[in-house]
């Protein structure tokens, strides 16, 4: 069983519209959840971190988590040209893989 | 903060020899780190996780041999590609975590490797 499982992409949103990314993840016992983007040709960066049950915004970004129903979320409001990327969920403790991502495209 | 830096950013390499890649935490400690490799448009996928005064783990698939990993201080894992083919072109990249387990993974710039 995968440890993340994220919903197929491609997504494509246009400029200024909404990009909601979806991670569901297999063990109960995960603690800590976070979001990374990695633009095409560059190594992954850490964008969202979420610890509890809720929402944690960040300017343009805001992850959710919902342990009873494992998964956790990546909204981005007023998508740009710019977050056009793969996005990559991961959860601890675990075993530091990663799956597919989502390939995110915004188009102007 | 939990700076990974990775050098060198890209080489080229003659296919028979070898190349070394260095990845280093520069404002913490890592007793572990982790290298990924990523062929285009596909997935990280991880090779191996580096200890600390410990051998590597290998992921299923990788050979230890031409893989070779040397964790020798809590700021410096290094990985050798012995004996470099064309085949081996890819994009490498470290990375490690700060604060333990549950900690965010941090990682380096990446190494581009091309054999010719």
């Known amino acids: 069983q995968k440890e993340v499982e994220q919903n197929s992409g491609p997504l494509s949103v246009p400029e200024g519209a909404i990009a909601s990314l979806n991670c569901t993840y297999s063990d109960r016992g995960s603690q800590s959840f976070f979001w990374y983007r990695q633009y095409s040709g560059k190594s992954p960066e850490l964008i969202m971190s979420i610890y509890s049950n809720g929402d944690k915004e960040d300017g343009r970004f805001t992850a959710q988590l919902n342990k009873a129903s494992q998964y956790v979320s990546l909204l981005i409001r007023d998508s740009q040209p710019s977050d056009s990327a793969t996005y990559l969920c991961a959860v601890t403790p675990g075993k530091s893989t990663f799956g597919d991502g989502t390939t995110l495209t915004v188009k102007p | 903060g939990a700076v990974v830096s990775q050098h060198p950013s890209w080489v080229i390499c003659k296919s028979g020899t070898s190349v070394k890649i260095e990845c280093r935490s520069l404002?913490?400690?890592?007793?572990?780190m982790f290298w990924y490799r990523q062929f285009p448009k596909q997935s990280l996928m991880l090779m191996a996780t580096s200890n600390e005064g410990s051998k590597a783990t290998y992921e299923q698939g990788v050979e230890k041999d031409k893989f070779l990993i040397n964790h020798a201080s809590l700021t410096l894992s290094t990985l050798t590609v012995t004996s470099a083919h064309p085949e081996d072109s890819s994009f490498y990249i470290c990375s490690a975590r700060d604060r333990g387990l549950n900690s965010p993974l941090h990682f380096g710039n990446g190494t581009r490797l091309t054999v010719t």
């Open positions: 404002d913490f400690q890592a007793t572990t």
